[in-house]
């Protein structure tokens, strides 16, 4: 259950005491004044709330209790089931989440039927009941009352008073005869959760609700997604499995709304079974897909390898092609292969880490890794010594200090050194979705752990294979100059491209961590890099009082991690920053982004605008480069302009779980994703590729506006 929803609950239980009296007014009434023996009649038990107050439906929703009602009958009557009329969704925010109830609101008559036995006595028989509610408005509080209506067993029928409220009553209820086709099916989310599709043929508006019954098996999210299609309108909500196996069978109302209030509605039992796309390789065709997937997820590894997210260490490669051409065939194969178990290994960790999060009931996507705040500050003090070694100032031998060890694992050009740039590649290389890896990645996230561990090593083998190919053809490598003195400059040179990787993460950092991050970051990497140098110069290569500039040193470093990370950064407890207003626009003629909500697109499609929704983040190189090339530019915004379209961006520097399922919706496993939603709210949403061009996005916005 979700957090906020728990605190919801919390709510309800502190105030439903008797310190506060339920303002329900309850009544029975009775279809009839008399009747025959062998006839059934309605009962209907009348509930008056006062403005502002409601009341739950037979599925409360994230909290609440359904009205229940204990009869006490005479011999020979007996009840039946409540019938329910049409509640109405209550959505409140709460924080990141929504807390959805399903309420009733002014008044309401719960319809019972009473059947009334043949060998029954004749006479007048008192019909009473306990009915037990729970009302909310600001508060929540427990009701309860006796009600009691008399009925006479005679030879003849006749009709209450009340038969016009019975009959409004039985009005409300959900009819049992569709008008139209519906057909139900479940995809596999993981072990645990999936997704159930409804598809209403035929159905062109997008004004309808699927309002689950409670289940012991399975919960059902409240939230509602309506795609429009060329078939008709399919809803989509997501399940959870509670117990051992998926239900056969799942009961509930489909509901047309209108203003949000509920017109008609439909008793509906479905029959859902998963969707080819839920279940694991087991015919041919889905064999064929599989195989497909895998060459996806290769070829897109292989592109990663000159993504910019990657470029950085292609410089230590290029550094280690030269110093290979030293070594001995043999030895040359082993590095190229352990770089290649390095990056292998990478992904091993990250299909685990991506299994781990979805068997605890999360959404796993592809940069899920540089998401994490702490990690991120971790890779910038690593990636920040693996210059300054490069550069210099240190050097590392094997009875270096631990705070040199982090820099010599990328610098050094034995066995450690091609593991840790396998490992580095591929850590660089998770804010970055190539062509073909974001499908293949997508397909994987909705499959079992072995598919997911299968589709991370083809796409590893994809990283990997340049290098390792370039190792085991030693020939290859002719083209670049002999060793020499040249090298030791062309080191000093590569420190830069890392210097610019270190500059990038910390760019996307440290203003996570409040308006002093930026400085209390950037002045412990001041002072590291000081307490790097002062080993290096004094200790490395001084000839006296090393015992001091050891102290130095130490004290630098134990002194600037106490201060400016612990006390000032509190690095290990980072907040995220929520945005400051509902416009991100990035200068005064830039594009006008709104902070992107469901809702919020939902309103801006109501009111006939095309909409553009940028999924974004500031450690996707990929993103930023299509921001500058095609989104972020002149003509780009003129068409935006003579469209009138709507843009929105959705950050997912952090971890946003509404745009992980969003992703999820789309097949795509991280950012960058751009979609474009039609004016006419029956078209389909156009979903435009990872790498863009201004034509691609012109093109959708032109199809967008007609």
């Known amino acids: 259950m979700k957090h906020g929803v728990r605190i919801a609950v919390l709510i309800c239980c502190v105030f439903s005491t008797p310190l506060f009296a339920a303002q329900t007014k309850v009544q029975l009434v009775l279809s009839v004044e008399s009747a025959k023996p062998g006839e059934s009649i309605l009962a209907g038990v009348q509930m008056k709330m006062p403005p502002g107050w409601h009341t739950y439906w037979k599925n409360p929703g994230d909290s609440g209790s359904a009205t229940e009602i204990e009869w006490t009958l005479p011999e020979g009557i007996s009840a039946g089931e409540i019938q329910w009329p049409l509640p109405r969704k209550d959505v409140i925010a709460a924080g990141d989440s929504k807390f959805i109830t399903y309420v009733f609101d002014d008044e309401i008559v719960l319809l019972i039927p009473l059947k009334i036995g043949s060998n029954i006595s004749p006479g007048e028989k008192n019909i009473s009941a306990k009915v037990s509610w729970q009302e909310c408005e600001t508060i929540c509080v427990l009701g309860n009352a006796n009600v009691s209506a008399n009925l006479n067993i005679g030879t003849d029928s006749k009709p209450s008073a009340n038969l016009n409220l019975i009959q409004e009553a039985q009005r409300k209820l959900p009819q049992t005869n569709l008008n139209f086709s519906l057909t139900s099916s479940l995809e596999k989310l993981d072990a645990d959760s999936a997704s159930l599709l409804l598809q209403l043929s035929k159905v062109t508006n997008n004004t309808w609700d699927f309002f689950p019954d409670k289940l012991d098996a399975v919960e059902i999210d409240g939230g509602t997604d309506a795609i429009s299609s ?10 959870k499995k509670i117990g051992s196996d998926w239900p056969k069978e799942i009961s509930g109302v489909l509901v047309q709304l209108q203003n949000e209030k509920p017109v008609a509605g439909y008793e509906v039992l479905l029959k859902p079974s998963f969707s080819s796309a839920g279940r694991s390789a087991e015919t041919a065709g889905e064999k064929k897909s599989l195989w497909l997937m895998l060459l996806s997820a290769f070829l897109g590894g292989l592109i990663l390898n000159i993504m910019p997210c990657v470029l950085p260490v292609i410089a230590l490669k290029v550094l280690s092609f030269v110093n290979q051409t030293k070594e001995a065939p043999a030895r040359g194969k082993m590095l190229g292969l352990i770089y290649g178990v390095g990056v292998l290994v990478s992904f091993l960790v990250l299909a685990g880490l991506a299994i781990g999060v979805q068997k605890a009931g999360g959404l796993a ?39 040199g060890a982090a820099g010599n694992l990328s610098a050094k050009e034995g066995f450690s050194g091609a593991f840790f740039n396998g490992v580095l590649a591929t850590i660089l290389a998770t804010p970055c979705t190539a062509p073909f890896l974001a499908g293949a990645i997508g397909f994987a996230f909705t499959q079992p752990p072995a598919i997911i561990v299968l589709m991370f090593l083809a796409a590893g083998l994809g990283l990997a294979a340049p290098f390792v190919i370039l190792c085991w053809n030693p020939n290859w490598l002719k083209v670049l100059p002999r060793p020499g003195a040249w090298m030791e400059k062309f080191k000093i040179a590569m420190g830069f491209p890392m210097l610019a990787t270190a500059v990038w993460i910390f760019w996307f ?22 307490a790097a140098w002062v080993w290096g110069e004094f200790v490395q290569r001084g000839r006296k009082r090393k015992g001091l500039s050891i102290a130095i040193a130490i004290l630098l470093l134990a002194g600037g991690y106490v201060f400016a990370l612990e006390r000032k950064l509190n690095w290990r407890a980072p907040t995220t920053l929520s945005a400051g207003g509902t416009s991100l626009k990035e200068s005064p003629d830039g594009i006008d982004w709104q902070l992107w909500t469901p809702e919020a697109v939902a309103e801006a499609r109501a009111q ?64 960058p994703l751009v979609l474009v939603y039609p004016r006419d709210p029956n078209a389909s949403v156009i979903v435009l590729p990872p790498i863009l061009t201004p034509g691609i996005v012109s093109d959708a916005l032109d199809k967008a506006a007609k």
Not at 230 to 239: F, P, S, Y
Not at 523 to 529: A, M, Q
Not at 612 to 632: P, R
């Open 230 to 239: 060329d078939t008709g309108l399919i809803l989509r909500k997501q399940i």
């Open 365 to 403: 996507t592809w940069g899920m890794l540089l998401q994490n705040q702490i990690f991120r500050v971790v890779l910038t003090v690593l990636i920040t010594l693996v210059a300054l070694n490069l550069f210099g100032l240190f050097e590392i031998t094997l009875s270096g200090s631990v705070m």
């Open 509 to 530: 950092t440290a203003p996570r961590f409040g308006k002093t991050g930026v400085l209390w970051l950037g002045l412990f990497l001041v002072i590291l890099s000081a």
């Open 608 to 671: 006939g605008h095309p909409v553009m929704v940028d999924f974004t983040a500031d450690n996707c190189l990929n993103c930023q480069v299509n921001k500058a090339s095609s989104l972020e530019i002149p003509a780009t915004r003129a068409k935006l302009k003579e469209t009138a379209t709507v843009s929105f961006l959705g950050d997912f520097t952090d971890q946003d779980p509404r745009i992980a399922t969003e992703l999820r919706r789309y097949q795509r496993a991280g950012v």
